[in-house]
Every structure is written in structure tokens, then in C-alpha cells.
């Protein structure tokens, strides 16, 4: 299947108001979920994987509040036991996300010499930035769009990340 | 003088209207994120100087630059028309306009090396450096650095392969002229993208791709490597290689070099 193909299934199934679509030939397996499905889409293929790039920008207003984040990205396990001691309880239902617009890759600080832009436990203001996410060779500073507590850093520095995902976990009474 | 330039031969009408010219600067792009940080700059809001004593390059890297020579300067853009998704459409009208200045003044042999270096043939005339601030799903803002070598003739040896716009062609030119040229070209380019004219965007990128169309050796990821034909990118911006099998295959940064 080329990646024109892919595209134009994409697209019909995100015309069509279908939640998911599977579909497998030979070795080649697509499975797409749309909006509805998770509020997050991609496309798994033994050769690659394509963000999707929904034709109108359905995309819900985002931080969106209460939904834990929906598959917890493998990096979590390097967060050390410690942390947990900062979120005595790990109800997350009051937690606000910051997710990546994008995809590329999630920088926590400006450059390799210079410190994280935020760490758990700092407090930080809406439209302060919170990391860099590079795509293609462009830099770009992700400004949060909430204020509060960072709880959570859900990713590790220098890792790829798809688009809406969940970056940082942020407490909005803490 | 820069005021000059601009009414007479390169007419730009918003970009470099707001001009700041700075005898020396540690980097423009810097200098335009403060800017950014305590006001809000025109759209087009040019930062130039002659003397930039620590450019920034890809990610902690240098762009060197000889004091008095060559054109360094950062472009701020509110390009809140565009998805953030379809950023790459800023390198590539960005790349575009640099290689017609390289053109305009008689270099035949330029072209944009994937994803955002200006080549002369195998050598590396510009770079460019964009850096975005998003909030949410818009553009907060966006500058546009440029390091264009005009008249430097002689580089550190530590650069891989540089040259320069005299060194192409044994002439010396006007920096004010080149500026004009850019501050134009880049408006014209901007203008189109606004319009949305994207598909003639990626199709004029895709055609002044270097090494396209010929067979090329590339590198994996994994240090294998292969042979294919560079034919565009697609609007993510990834290489579009094709195969000896025959089909496309969409390549990110990582996953390739060149041999």
C-alpha cells in the first residue's frame, strides 16, 4: 500500500463517522481509530507510522480535563517510585493534560547544556513554555494552555512523540 | 540605505518594514524571541546584522559567520492561517525564497537540500533556522533566521563544505541589496502560502530538490545502506525516496542520511 493510499483511506474513514477500522493484507496490517473512537488517531503498519493530518481540525479544545491519558507511553516506567510520593493518591480525575500538537520529537530543555524548562512539582503559568517538540528541522516551543502544578512528566527527553500526545499531567489547584 | 533598496528595485511592502539593524548581536533569532517576550513586533519585523558573534544552528550548533561579510538576520511571522500540522510549508516557502535571491543573482546551480540548507552544488551556501512558539493548535509566533554567506572567502575548517555567494562567482555584493532581495522574495512567497497555494508550494520545493531525480545512495538508521530516487516530500515533509522495487517510501529525518 503507498502512503497516497494510506492518506486516502484516512480519509474515508474519517468521512464516513466510522470509530475504527482494521484491515489486514498479508504481512501489511492498518488499524485506524478516529476521534470518536479516543480522541487520539494513528495509523500502525509494519512500515510505518503516519500521524494523521484530519482534513478539518476537529480537534477538541485542548487541555482536556479529566481524561486519563489513554495509552501510557513506555517511558513511564523510567519515572522513579519516588514521584509517587508527590501524588499520595493517583486520582488523575481532577488532572489537566498538556499534549503535543504535533508529531517530532519532545525536548524538555532549550539545548542539551541548559536546564529542563519545567520539572514535577514546579508551578507554571499559562502560556509559559513547558519543552520543545522538533519536526523536521523546526523548533517549536510548546506553550501550556493551563495553569497549575506539573505532576507528571509523561515522556522522556530526545523521545518521539505522536500527535495529541500526553506530555505533562498538571494539577489546576495545586 | 536599507530604506532606498526597498523603495526602488526589490519593493517589499510589509516584510523589513519594521527594520531593526543591530552593529552586532550574539544571535538575531534570540534577539527576536525577547522581542517577542515583552511586545508584539509587526508581521515582518526584520532583525539584521553584520556582525553575529553566535548564531544559532540545528539544536546547540553554531552558524559561523565572518563580521562585515555576510547577511544573518531573523523574520517574525504571525502565520496564523496555517495548521500547525502543515509547519513544514514554512521551511519550504522559507527555502524557496533564499534559493531565488541565490538565482537572482546569476548562480545557476542552487538547490534546497532536504529538508532546509541551500546548496550550490555540492556545497552549502545558507541555512536556515525556524523556531515556533505554539499555544494550543495556533501559531503564537514564528521567526525565521537566515544565515545567507555572501562575500566570505575564507571559512574555519571545522565547516564540512561551505561556500559563498563570491566564491560562486568571483564578485563582491551589495549586503543592503541582498537584504532587499530577501525581505522581497520572502514576501512573495509568504503571500502565496496565505493564498494557500501549498500544492504549487511543495511542487516548486520538490523541484529544486538536491540530487533529485538521480540515482543516490542513502543511509539507514540502522547503518544499512540503499539505493533510491529523491522525487519530493510529502506534506509532513518527509523524503519521498523511491525504491529499486519501484514505490515511494516517505523517510523522516532519523531514518536517513545521505552517502
Not at chain 1, 501489511?28 to 493530518?53: A, D, G
Not at chain 2, 561551505?162 to 568571483?170: D, F
Not at chain 2, 522581497?184 to 531525480?213: A, H, M, P, Q
Not at chain 2, 542513502?218 to 529523491?230: E, L, Q, R, V, Y
Request: hydrophobic share 40%; aromatic share 10%; net charge neutral.
Amino acid at each position: 500500500m503507498t502512503f497516497k493510499e494510506i492518506q486516502d483511506l484516512i480519509k474515508l474513514v474519517s468521512r464516513t463517522g466510522l470509530t475504527e477500522f482494521k484491515m489486514k493484507d498479508g504481512e501489511f496490517n492498518v488499524h485506524i481509530r478516529t476521534e470518536k473512537y479516543t480522541k487520539e488517531t494513528t495509523v500502525h503498519s509494519t512500515q510505518q507510522i503516519v500521524p494523521v493530518q484530519t482534513s478539518m481540525p476537529a480537534v477538541p479544545q485542548y487541555p482536556i480535563a479529566a481524561t486519563p491519558p489513554p495509552a501510557p507511553a513506555p517511558e513511564v516506567a523510567a519515572a522513579p517510585p519516588a514521584k509517587k510520593a508527590e501524588t499520595p493518591a493517583e486520582d488523575t480525575s481532577n488532572l489537566l493534560e498538556v499534549k503535543s500538537p504535533i508529531v517530532g520529537t519532545f525536548y524538555r530543555s532549550p539545548s542539551p547544556d541548559k536546564p529542563a524548562y519545567v520539572k514535577v512539582g514546579d508551578t507554571i503559568e499559562k502560556g509559559q513554555v513547558v519543552c520543545i517538540i522538533e519536526a523536521m528541522k523546526l523548533f517549536n516551543e510548546i506553550e501550556s494552555e493551563v495553569s497549575g502544578k506539573i505532576v507528571k512528566v509523561l515522556m522522556e527527553d530526545s523521545s518521539p512523540v505522536e500527535y495529541e500526545q500526553v506530555l505533562f499531567l498538571v494539577d489546576p489547584n495545586g | 540605505m536599507i530604506k532606498k533598496i526597498f523603495s526602488s528595485d526589490y519593493p517589499a511592502k510589509w516584510v523589513g518594514k519594521n527594520f531593526i539593524e543591530l552593529p552586532w548581536v550574539a544571535s538575531t533569532n534570540v534577539y527576536a524571541t525577547s522581542l517577542l517576550a515583552k511586545s508584539k513586533p509587526s508581521a515582518g519585523t526584520v532583525i539584521s546584522t553584520f556582525d553575529q558573534q553566535a548564531g544559532l544552528g540545528q539544536f546547540g550548533s553554531k552558524w559561523h559567520s565572518t563580521a562585515g561579510k555576510n547577511v544573518t538576520m531573523s523574520i517574525i511571522f504571525y502565520p496564523e492561517f496555517l495548521e500547525v500540522q502543515q509547519q513544514f510549508l514554512l521551511s519550504q516557502f522559507i527555502s524557496l525564497a533564499v534559493l531565488n535571491v541565490i538565482l537572482e543573482n546569476g548562480i545557476k546551480d542552487a538547490t534546497i537540500k532536504w529538508p532546509n540548507d541551500i546548496y550550490v552544488a555540492d556545497r552549502k551556501v545558507s541555512g536556515i533556522l525556524i523556531q515556533n512558539s505554539l499555544l494550543g493548535n495556533k501559531f503564537h509566533y514564528c521567526i525565521v533566521g537566515i544565515g545567507l554567506n555572501v562575500n566570505q572567502e575564507h571559512f574555519p575548517s571545522l565547516l564540512p563544505n561551505p561556500t559563498s555567494m563570491k566564491l560562486e562567482t568571483g564578485v563582491s555584493f551589495d549586503l543592503y541589496k541582498i537584504i532587499a532581495q530577501l525581505c522581497l522574495f520572502v514576501e512573495r512567497e509568504f503571500e502565496n502560502l496565505k493564498r494557500g497555494e501549498t500544492e504549487k508550494i511543495k511542487e516548486k520545493y520538490s523541484s529544486f530538490l538536491y540530487k533529485k531525480d538521480v540515482e543516490n545512495y542513502f543511509s539507514n538508521s540502522d547503518g544499512s545502506s540503499f539505493s533510491g530516487i529523491i522525487r519530493g516530500v510529502n506534506i509532513q515533509g518527509q523524503l519521498l525516496i523511491e525504491m529499486a522495487e519501484g514505490h515511494l517510501r516517505p523517510f523522516s529525518l532519523k531514518e536517513i542520511s545521505y552517502r
